[in-house]
C-alpha cells in the first residue's frame, strides 16, 4: 500500500467530445435533450439543454451522471434488476438523494476504470439510454 | 441554426384571464383551491388562494403548473399513464423534486407552442383538472 | 395589453457560441474556470468546467449569470455601487437566495433586451467579468 | 381568558383589492413590480408578477409581506433603525429566514389589528414601500 495513487480522470476534453457525440444522437434521432457529464468525484464538467429540452430534464441528466459514479459505475437502468425483489431495498434506497433507477446515466471508462459518467434526459429511458451511450463510447466507454 | 428565436410567453394580463376564469369555475362548483399561472420557464406570474382553500395547496398548485412547463406541456393527470407498467420509473421519477403526477395541471398554449401553466390545488384531481381546463381555455389552452 | 408577446431566447447554439468565446479567453490569459449560461427564465443551457478550474466556481458561476437574468440585466459587479451607501440593503439583500454581488456575471442581449446570461468563476472578480464580456460578446452582449 | 378568540382575517377579495391597487400605483410610476399579499398567518392569498419586473422579486416580495405578519406588523423599513445601533442584532439576526430588513413589506390593518401584509420588490426600497402603501391603504391599512 502506497500513500498516493495515480487515476485516470476525464479532461474538460473529453467530457465535450461525450456531450456533442451525445447530442449528435440525439438530433439524429429528433429527441430534444439535456446531457450532463461528470468527473469521477461527481462533480459537473459539461452541460447542455437542447432548444426544447424539458426543464426538468436539467437536473435528472446530471443526477444520472451523478449515480453512475456514485455507484460502482453502474448504468441506472441496472439498478431496477438490483432491486426489484428485494422489497426493503426497493421502497428504503429509491429516496437516496440524486439516486436515478431508471435508464440515462452510463459510465465513461478508460480501461477498466470508470473516469466519469454521462447522464441524458428528455426522451424515454431507452431513448436516454442509447443517447448516453452514443457519448461514452467516444471515450472507449460503457 | 441561429443563436436567438422568438417565442411567444404569457403577459401578466393573459395570466390574470386564466386565473380569474379557473376562480369562477371553481366558484360555480362549489370547491375552494389555490390556483398559479407560471410562464414557460416556471416562474410564476399569478397566483390566489380562495378563502378556505386548503394551505397544503399552495404550493401544490404552483408545482402542478411548474411540471406542466417543466416536461413537454403534459397536463399532470396524464403522468400515470406513462409510467404505471414501467415499475423503475414508476417508483424512480415520483420523487422528482416539484414533479406531480396527478390531475390539476394543465398547459396554457398560442397556437402549438406551449406559452405556460396553469395548476390547482383544493378539490379531487379531476375537479382539479376541470378548474384548470376551464382557465386555460380563456387563452386558447388546454 | 395582450395575454401574449413574443419574446426573443437564447438558443443551445447561441449559448455555446458564447461559453466557448468566454473558454478561449480564459486560456489565453491562463485562468482556469468553470462558465455558465442561463436563459432569459434563468435556467441553464450550457455549462463547463476547466480542468483545474475550483469545485466551488460551478456552482458560483451558474448563480453569477442568474443574478443577471434575475435583476435588470445588471453585470454582478454593478451590484455594489447599488449597496454601499444604502446600509439596510446592503446588510439585508447580500443574502437573497443565489444573488451574488460582485463581478463574473454579465448579460447576453439581443437588440436592448437581455435574452440570458453568463457567469465565469475561477479567477478574481475582474478576470471573472472579462471572461465573461469576452462571451457575451460574441452575441452582442454586455 | 376564553379558549377561542375571533380574529378579523384578510379575504382573497380583500388581497385583490390591495394587489390591483399596488399594480395601478407601480403602472403609474412606471416601476414593473412583483406583489404578495399574505394572511395574518404569513401565508401566501394573492401574487402578480408584472412583465418585465425581476425574477428575484418574485420570492423577496413575499418575503417583504411574510416579514410584516411575522413581527408585529412592523414595515420592513422599519428594521434598520431597530438594528443599526445594536451590533449583535445587526450582524446575527439579518440572517433569520425570510426576514428582510429594508422597504417594501408594509401591514395591512383592519381597525388596529394586523390582518395581513403586503410585500413588493422590483424599484428602489422606497418605490417598493409607496407601491405597498398604495396597496394597503385601499383596506384602511398601513
Known sequence: MTDVSNRPCITLTGAEHALQAALRHADEIGVPVCVAVTDRGGNLVSFARQDD????????????AYSVVAFKGLATREW???I????????????TDRLTVFGGGVPIAAGDEVIGA???????AEQDHD???AGACVLGGS
Open 118 to 124: 454521462i447522464g441524458v434526459s428528455g426522451g424515454s
Open 53 to 64: 429540452a424539458p426543464l426538468m430534464s436539467a437536473q435528472l441528466a446530471q443526477d444520472k
Open 84 to 95: 426489484r425483489d428485494d422489497a426493503p431495498l426497493r421502497h428504503g434506497i429509491v429516496k
Open 80 to 82: 431496477w434488476d438490483l
Open 131 to 133: 443517447i448516453a451511450t
